[in-house]
């Protein structure tokens, strides 16, 4: 599985934007999908998750209710829409794939994109 993220950019505080995580290779339906983000100088944390079904979304605590994780299986495409955006959600953004849904850990991942930056300005 091929992971591709991107939609990433400059915002200021307030904002917002959209990503995008298209899959290529064995795709659809196969693994729960889940964003990450790593900013300067910390370590990656989990972001958001969802079910392979696209039924069921796992937020972490920093981001729920601001931002909103939905698949598109025919397009084979993740988006994480972040609404609200504040500066301390600037980082790098990371979309991947794993076949455990309800874990966060990033060792349960298995495939990982290569990023795109986020920055929120104040």
């Known amino acids: 599985v091929q992971l591709q993220a991107s939609g990433g950019g400059l915002v200021q505080a307030g904002g917002s934007l959209r990503l995008s995580c298209a899959a290529s290779?064995?795709?659809?339906?196969?693994?729960?999908m889940g964003w990450f983000r790593q900013a300067p100088g910390k370590e990656r944390e989990f972001v958001a998750q969802i079910s392979r079904s696209g039924a069921r979304q796992y937020y972490a605590d920093s981001v729920r209710g601001r931002f909103t994780i939905s698949r598109d299986k025919a397009k084979n495409t993740v988006y994480l829409e972040m609404l609200s955006l504040k500066p301390e959600d600037t980082a790098v953004y990371y979309c991947?794939?794993?076949?455990?849904?309800?874990?966060?850990?990033?060792?349960?991942?298995?495939?990982w994109g290569q990023g795109t930056q986020v920055t929120v300005s104040s």
């Open positions: 991947a794939a794993g076949d455990y849904y309800g874990e966060t850990a990033e060792h349960e991942y298995t495939y």
């Open positions: 290779g064995r795709t659809g339906s196969s693994y729960t």
